[in-house]
Structures are given as structure tokens and as C-alpha cells.
């Protein structure tokens, strides 16, 4: 089955650097990869996604690459704020369906 | 339009119990799922279901049955509760790709 792995496991940036989290996968015939941040006490909450068929995509503060040789792909966070703070867990599918998640990075942004 | 619910939100059982843990989707998604979290191990799979009265285990399926009679709900039961089954249990449901999560369930096995 597929296993994804993520580092650094625990990250601190200070507010307005910048935050790289990445994740590698085993499988290749993953084809979905989601990124989801969770707050403390709170559910996962999507926030940004690549498919296979794409090397790269931006939303705002966040973007996503993907390596599909390298079977790698990262979570960049830009100009970091307070409310960035908190759990970012990556995750790998065939189909976006059944998810591997990764151990989960704690990203604390200090002021 | 509310979504993913989980109830309970806390739990207490004692080792040997049983217990149900509901949820319930209004979003008409065919796909269902349970995750636990447990620190540093990220979620993992526990079950899952493609639609109404079908069902497939995931990565860890031990110690956990599920069935679906409907659409929108998909319980989770521990048969016979044990220790490791301390953890945080996440539902969650979707149509295309993104999945939407329940609030979770803390549940202590005692």
C-alpha cells in the first residue's frame, strides 16, 4: 500500500518568513495529493490540492509542488501569520479517495 | 446545512465495553470513511464505504465493524474496547475530491 512521509515534524518561522513543509509517497500510481491544516481542537480542513497532471499550484499565500519522478511534493507558506499556526498533515491517493496522510508538521509562527 | 456531524464528542469506556460511534452526512456523498489520529501517526484508515450496503477495511480494521444502510449514515462499532483503541476518531464523507470531516470523537479506553 501506499505510505507517505513528512518532515519536519515539528517547524518554527518567525511572522512574514517563509514555511516549507514536504512529503514524499511510495506509490506511483498515486494521482491526488491534498494538503489539510488543522487548528488545535478543531477537524481537518482541506486547504489546498495538486493532481498528477500538475507540476505546480498557488492560492494566495500557499502553494503546492509536486515531483511526480522524484515522488516528492512540498507545502510553501508565505508571509506567515499567527493564524497559520498549526497542524499541516499531507496526504496521498489513487482517485482522491482512500487518503494516506503523512505524520503531520506543527508550524508555530512567532511574533 | 450541517454537514459532517459525530456524536459523541467525548467518550469513557472500560476495557471489554462496546459502543457505537455515529455519524451522519446531508451532503448525499456516496463516499464515507473512518480515520483515527492518534499523536505523531497522523490519521490512518479504519473503514470505509463506496455507497449504501457496501463496505472495505482500511489500514487498520481490527477491533472495528461498520455498515451502511443508508446514505448518510455510516456508525462505527467497537466491538469489545481495548486501551490502543484510545484515540481521536474522525469521520468524514465526499463526492469529488476534497473530503469533508466530523468534528471528531475523543474516546479513552480505561
Known amino acids: 500500500g501506499e505510505n507517505v512521509e513528512q518532515h519536519p515534524s515539528t517547524l518554527s518561522v518567525q511572522e512574514g518568513d517563509s514555511a516549507v513543509i514536504k512529503c514524499t509517497y511510495s506509490?506511483?500510481?498515486?494521482?491526488?495529493f491534498p494538503w489539510y491544516k488543522q487548528e488545535l481542537g478543531k477537524r481537518p480542513q482541506l486547504i489546498i490540492d495538486i493532481r498528477s497532471n500538475v507540476g505546480e499550484k498557488k492560492d494566495q499565500r500557499i502553494a503546492v509542488t509536486l515531483n511526480k519522478t522524484a515522488k516528492h511534493f512540498s507545502l510553501h507558506i508565505t508571509e506567515t501569520q499567527p493564524e497559520d499556526s498549526a497542524v499541516y498533515f499531507c496526504a496521498a491517493s489513487r482517485g482522491a479517495r482512500q487518503l494516506t496522510f503523512g505524520s503531520g508538521t506543527q508550524l508555530t509562527v512567532l511574533p | 446545512n450541517a454537514g459532517v456531524t459525530q456524536t459523541p464528542k467525548f467518550q469513557v469506556l472500560k476495557t471489554g465495553q462496546s459502543m457505537t460511534l455515529q455519524c451522519a452526512q446531508d451532503?448525499?456523498?456516496?463516499?464515507m470513511s473512518w480515520y483515527r489520529q492518534d499523536p505523531g501517526m497522523g490519521l490512518r484508515l479504519i473503514h470505509y464505504s463506496v455507497g449504501a450496503g457496501i463496505t472495505d477495511q482500511g489500514e487498520v480494521p481490527n477491533g472495528y465493524n461498520v455498515s451502511r444502510s443508508t446514505t448518510e449514515d455510516f456508525p462505527l462499532r467497537l466491538l469489545s474496547a481495548a486501551p490502543s483503541q484510545t484515540s481521536v476518531y474522525f469521520c468524514a464523507s465526499s463526492y469529488g475530491p476534497e473530503a469533508f470531516f466530523g468534528q471528531g470523537t475523543r474516546l479513552t479506553v480505561v
Open positions: 506509490d506511483s500510481a498515486s494521482n491526488y
Open positions: 451532503m448525499n456523498h456516496e463516499y
